[in-house]
């Protein structure tokens, strides 16, 4: 076993050693779950350089807060509207707040007194401030704040036709959720339209009436046809409208954005098999359309967004064809200009210009976050607020600010303001309550078992001579980690919970897990679950040895991949006495198209991964104690997928437990049920190991 950090961790154990004498209040799951621990964190922040002051909005299950920071005295200011005025979202453009609430836009410079501009609760405004677009109906409307004029762009919408807006599976695995984006000038609009006429669309059942309602999801499974999707481009000005591009049938259109002078689009495109990358330049005035740059890949593209201009003519774009995500730099025709190869995975860009690029990045130790600072002009990096941890960042427009939002496994999000001029960085925001501080917290370790990184999570009040009954918490699937050094809200809240209840909480991430490059990930190519399991089990020999672990007393939970990963654990192996899965995938035709297809490839053209990857076709091997949970409205991994299991284990005569939870989705996340869910949990591992 490698230990990582080791003055680093010596200090750790010293503190959470200390700590046992001094907290002494039990963790409380009805707390957990009704945020009494920590404070929900600032978003959308907005700079008033005439105040030199900072607003935001902050928000938890029950109550949004419009709050202001005087940067001069760091005084937090709650401001008190009336609740139909509280922002859903908001916009400065020099005095004036534009605000999008539940009723519509309004208009204010002091939130005392309000002018209602727009009676339609949803759209983006224009980056100068002077139209909101939106989709209703499934059309395309402008409307001029000017003017007080709103414009139908597009009449041709109807239930399976929709334009300027995206549909699921693109936002979803995509992450290409905005149907329509203005130019910097805002002599342009650009949108996308979606054919779903092909697409087949899944029932989502409400039975909380008299006579249920089923609402239609347009859903492409793995092998069945994609949407339709079609560029536009509308001159304001003008009023006209153009097609630019349609996107082929076996392809998805996975980005699209305006140069800084508005004279292109440069749009990209992916293969239906995810291995293949372009990205193209459009001439706004001739339309003239341009191949600039192709990456190509034997398994499969992680794309890491759109290009971000730090310049009109100049770009940086992250690939992983060096294994570790990495900024590249091209000019507008698609030339290498610079590549900046790094030994850790960068993450985000935040924020460049010609000089600098700030972006967040894997640490040398993956587990932990850094925000780097790169000089485009040698390549030297710097770290900003450089201690161990967990760190994301995001620009504040139209200020010279980065707010950067810092934990660990101990420490509650704290929020500073880096200013990017001064180099002053100061706290503005702790999340931390006054009930985490009474709290007995657990002891977390951090270590490595051969290259896989793990944690355990140990009482508060751990026994070196006693025996501890173990739960594995698996999520296991791409692009994700479960072992971090950052502070993980309810679930990191509950494991501590368990492990004071007198369960030690063991996770590990196996291959095909994020942040260990790309040769990592691609080890799950083709069939799913084989590899992670394999890894996992190492874990399992690694615990055994232990002498204060129960060896015959293990069980494992997991949500949605890691839902999958009970169910394949289960029936696969035999050392589980019990699992615990959450809106698990059962069998892998019953995901959607890109996801499913970027780690397996078409189901015709493997039909032995999908058979194999898929825990259905494998119930009469099932092994411990199971308990199953779905939520009955899930528009992510459908209902189907639990249901149909149940039905392989009442064929096998196999004992399982079962919850569905009525009108719930993916995420079951309402206080109330939460804490029936996570209560569930718990005493199904209270039952079966103790």
Not at 55 to 71: A, I, M, P, Q
Not at 260 to 273: A, G, M, V
Request: a neutral charge; charged letters at 30%; one cysteine or more.
């Amino acid at each position: 076993m490698e230990i990582l950090g080791r003055r680093k961790m010596k200090n750790l154990i010293f503190l959470l050693f200390f700590s046992t004498f001094i907290y002494s209040e039990k963790i409380s799951l009805e707390k957990i779950f009704k945020g009494k621990y920590t404070k929900p964190i600032p978003y959308n922040l907005l700079y008033k350089e005439k105040e030199d002051s900072l607003y935001w909005l902050r928000k938890d299950e029950k109550e949004t807060f419009l709050e202001k920071l005087d940067l001069k005295g760091l005084k937090i200011e709650k401001i008190e509207v009336e609740e139909k005025f509280l922002p859903l979202k908001f916009y400065l453009f020099e005095n004036d707040f534009l605000i999008l609430t539940k009723d519509g836009w309004y208009k204010t410079k002091d939130f005392k007194n309000f002018t209602k501009v727009l009676n339609y609760s949803e759209g983006v405004v224009s980056p100068r401030g002077n139209y909101i677009a939106y989709s209703k109906e499934n059309n395309l409307y402008l409307y001029s704040l000017k003017f007080s004029k709103e414009e139908k762009i597009t009449k041709e919408g109807k239930r399976d036709i929709f334009y300027g807006k995206t549909d699921w599976v693109y936002c979803e695995e995509l992450q290409l959720c905005d149907g329509f984006k203005f130019s910097k000038d805002e002599k342009y609009l650009a949108f996308l339209s979606f054919n779903e006429e092909k697409v087949s669309s899944f029932p989502l059942i409400n039975y909380r009436q008299l006579y249920p309602s089923v609402d239609y999801q347009f859903y492409p499974k793995a092998g069945t046809e994609n949407p339709k999707v079609n560029l536009w481009i509308y001159d304001i000005k003008e009023k006209n409208k153009k097609l630019l591009y349609e996107i082929p049938q076996r392809k998805y259109l996975s980005s699209y954005t305006f140069t800084p002078d508005s004279k292109y689009l440069i749009i990209s495109t992916l293969q239906r098999n995810q291995k293949v990358l372009k990205f193209y330049k459009i001439d706004l005035r001739t339309k003239k359309i341009e191949n600039i740059l192709k990456e190509e890949d034997n398994f499969w593209i992680n794309f890491y967004g759109e290009p971000y201009f730090i310049s009109k003519d100049k770009f940086i774009y992250l690939s992983e064809k060096g294994n570790f995500a990495s900024p590249y730099l091209y000019n507008i025709d698609g030339k290498n200009l610079k590549s900046f190869l790094r030994r850790s995975q960068t993450e985000k860009i935040v924020y460049g210009d010609e000089e600098y690029l700030y972006f967040v990045s894997l640490s040398e130790n993956p587990i932990e976050r850094e925000v780097v600072k790169l000089s485009l002009i040698d390549g030297k990096e710097e770290k900003i607020l450089d201690k161990g941890g967990f760190k994301g960042a995001s620009k504040i427009e139209n200020s010279p600010f980065i707010l950067i939002n810092y934990s660990n496994v101990y420490t509650p999000t704290i929020c500073y303001l880096y200013n990017e001029k001064t180099k002053e960085i100061i706290e503005i925001f702790n999340s931390k309550t006054e009930d985490w501080k009474n709290l007995d917290k657990p002891k977390v370790e951090f270590f490595k078992i051969e290259d896989f990184y793990c944690s355990l999570i140990k009482p508060y009040n751990f026994e070196e001579d006693k025996k501890y009954p173990v739960i594995v918490y698996v999520y296991g699937g791409p692009h994700a980690q479960v072992v971090l050094n950052r502070f993980g809200g309810p679930t990191f809240l509950f494991h501590s919970f368990l492990a004071n209840e007198g369960f030690i909480i063991f996770s590990l991430d196996n291959r095909g897990s994020y942040g260990r490059g790309k040769e990592w990930e691609v080890s799950i190519y083709r069939e799913l679950g084989k590899r992670e399991l394999e890894d996992q089990l190492k874990g399992i020999e690694y615990l055994k040895k232990l002498s204060y672990i129960e060896g015959d007393k293990i069980g494992i939970w997991g949500w949605s991949y890691g839902g999958f990963m009970v169910l394949y654990s289960m029936t696969h192996s035999e050392v589980f006495k019990a699992g615990f899965a959450v809106a698990p995938v059962t069998d892998w035709k019953y995901y959607d198209t890109i996801y499913t297809e970027r780690y397996l490839g078409l189901p015709e053209e493997n039909k032995e991964g999908y058979f194999n990857s898929s825990p259905i076709n494998f119930v009469k091997d099932l092994k411990g104690k199971l308990f199953l949970v779905h939520g009955s409205l899930d528009d992510n991994v459908h209902f189907q997928n639990t249901s149909n299991f149940v039905d392989e284990l009442i064929e096998e005569n196999k004992k399982f437990q079962f919850i569905f939870y009525p009108g719930r989705n993916h995420s079951i996340r309402d206080e109330r049920a939460r804490i029936h869910l996570f209560s569930e949990i718990y005493s199904f591992f209270l039952q079966e190991l103790k």
